[in-house]
């Protein structure tokens, strides 16, 4: 059974080298949905409570809301951050309250002070699933995500790495036999 879970992320990017007119800087509302897998859970009678999905997941995915999102080779990148070292917002400013963890993987680089995210590959929806996959693959029992941005949408189904240990108390992943939700210690 699958426990299922939505985000809504507001972003901007372009399409750098395309010849159409994503090769200017725009931005799209993006609806990013999980789709976890698992058995039900006795006690709780669920597979994985969606709270705590969003919370597992939102913790890195909101690097990307209200971010500014640039493949590695676009020209751009060193302009804007040209312009936030002038403006004294490269590091960072006392307002931007949504900074998660920064990350780097062979797919994308987050820098959350800026609220920049670099990626290899253009950002496009089949591209912000294979992020995303990459950055929860271990953190969730993902079977299927989607990602839709405007009229663009994809989708891709994983193959659940099998039963995962959870807190038979609140649903949670374990952590080394114990819940880092409630303290239960199997």
């Known amino acids: 059974m699958r426990s ?45 409570p969606c709270n705590e999905i969003q919370k597992t997941a939102w913790g890195l995915l909101k690097n990307f809301d209200h971010a500014l999102i ?3 080779d676009d020209p751009l990148l060193p302009a804007v951050l040209s312009v936030y070292e002038a403006q004294g917002i490269k590091d960072g400013a006392p307002n931007n309250e949504m900074i998660g963890p920064a990350f780097k993987t062979e797919l994308a680089t987050a820098y959350p002070s800026c609220r920049l995210v670099v990626t290899k590959e253009t950002m496009t929806v089949e591209g912000m699933i294979k992020i995303v996959y990459d950055l929860l693959k ?17 989708s891709s189904e994983f193959k659940p790495q099998g039963s995962m240990d959870r807190c038979p108390l609140c649903g949670i992943a374990m952590e080394n036999g114990v819940c880092p939700k409630c303290g239960y210690r199997k």
């Open 4 to 48: 299922i879970t939505t985000f809504d992320l507001q972003y901007a990017h372009r399409f750098y080298g395309f010849k159409g007119e994503a090769q200017y800087l725009h931005g799209h509302t993006g609806v990013l949905t999980i789709e976890v897998e698992d058995t039900i859970n006795e006690g709780v009678n669920m597979v994985f």
């Open 138 to 154: 271990d953190k969730l029992n993902i079977a299927k995500i989607t990602f839709t941005s405007g009229v663009n949408a994809a």
């Open 70 to 72: 640039l493949r590695e």
